[in-house]
């Protein structure tokens, strides 16, 4: 991680800290549900933005004896232990919001849960505005990803100031509680979202066909490539895993075929940056009967030129 990087998440963190110690006491003043998921997730960017700076900074580390392929799916590793806690929490803010329908609690002192979560608001907007210029001037992920979550606090808080609104200023019973189970279900929602990419991850999901269609394009555009098969794709953290078997024509000498491969090579890490490319060269004509996966592939088997 850069400097700039690491600044952008200690400030992250430091944040997180502060509405969390904020949102405690007030929570605990108010016993207002609605808070009290604010506060859950408040606690989860806490431990999310720890977790995730180990992973990226593991997921950075260099390939060694023991793991060739580098660390990279470490990110994938970090971010479902996020959604292992993620889901506890939103299970038990629901189960805590039903218990609050039960009993119809009501809110105490909504003025402090509002002041709270409108200083929450002042001071998410300002982080996320450093973030932008530290992502303009990073391209980090990290960051970036950091920074959605982050614009999705602020319209969690909206939804605690409306909760209070209507529960202690315009005497909707439950509202409070009510609101309390939409934030569990949303914290639910984005817990599954950020598992399925995880498991995709780590489950070497193939690249978007977009993506892959683009990637054959540059790598057929050599006019001494005759076509490509056995095309498979993988990512793990930021890094990207492309290999392919290149047809070449039958007399070409292996010198001049090495030549060619390093030539698309440096066409593809131009266009794909970040991704380790593995090519591996058939002369015209051949047909390979070796390939254990090749009954199980359902890409196109050949890419041609047209």
């Given at each position: ?92 803010i629901a189960w805590r919001a039903v218990q609050s329908l039960e009993r119809d609690t009501p809110v105490s002192d ?197």
């Amino acid at each position: 991680m850069s400097e700039t990087t690491a600044r952008a998440a200690i400030a992250s963190a430091t944040t997180a800290i502060l509405l969390l110690i904020m949102k405690a006491i007030a929570a605990w003043q108010t016993s207002s549900v609605a808070l009290l998921g604010s506060l859950a997730d408040s606690s989860l960017d806490v431990l999310a933005s720890l977790v995730t700076l180990y992973g990226v900074r593991l997921a950075a580390t260099p390939a060694d004896h023991d793991h060739r392929f580098g660390h990279g799916k470490a990110e994938a590793l970090a971010a479902l232990f996020q959604v292992a806690l993620i889901t506890a929490s939103a299970l038990a803010i629901a189960w805590r919001a039903v218990q609050s329908l039960e009993r119809d609690t009501p809110v105490s002192d909504p003025g402090l849960g509002i002041a709270v979560s409108v200083v929450a608001i002042v001071a998410t907007l300002i982080l996320v505005s450093y973030q932008k210029r530290i992502i303009a001037e990073t391209g980090s992920v990290a960051i970036q990803a950091d920074s959605l979550h982050y614009q999705g606090d602020i319209l969690l808080n909206l939804s605690v100031i409306l909760a209070l609104v209507l529960e202690r200023y315009l005497a909707l019973a439950g509202a409070d509680a009510v609101f309390g189970i939409v934030i569990a279900l949303w914290l639910g929602w984005g817990a599954f979202k950020a598992s399925a990419e995880a498991i995709d991850q780590l489950m070497d999901k193939e690249w978007p066909e977009a993506e892959r269609s683009r990637f054959i394009e540059v790598a057929i555009g050599n006019p001494d490539v005759r076509g490509i098969h056995d095309f498979r794709t993988r990512r793990s953290g930021d890094h990207a895993f492309a290999q392919f078997h290149m047809v070449v024509a039958r007399d070409m000498s292996v010198a001049e075929a090495h030549d060619v491969v390093e030539e698309v090579e440096d066409a593809l890490h131009a266009a794909f940056p970040r991704t380790e490319v593995l090519i591996h060269l058939d002369p015209e004509g051949h047909v390979d009967t070796d390939n254990p996966l090749v009954e199980q592939d359902v890409t196109p088997h050949w890419f041609r030129k047209r």
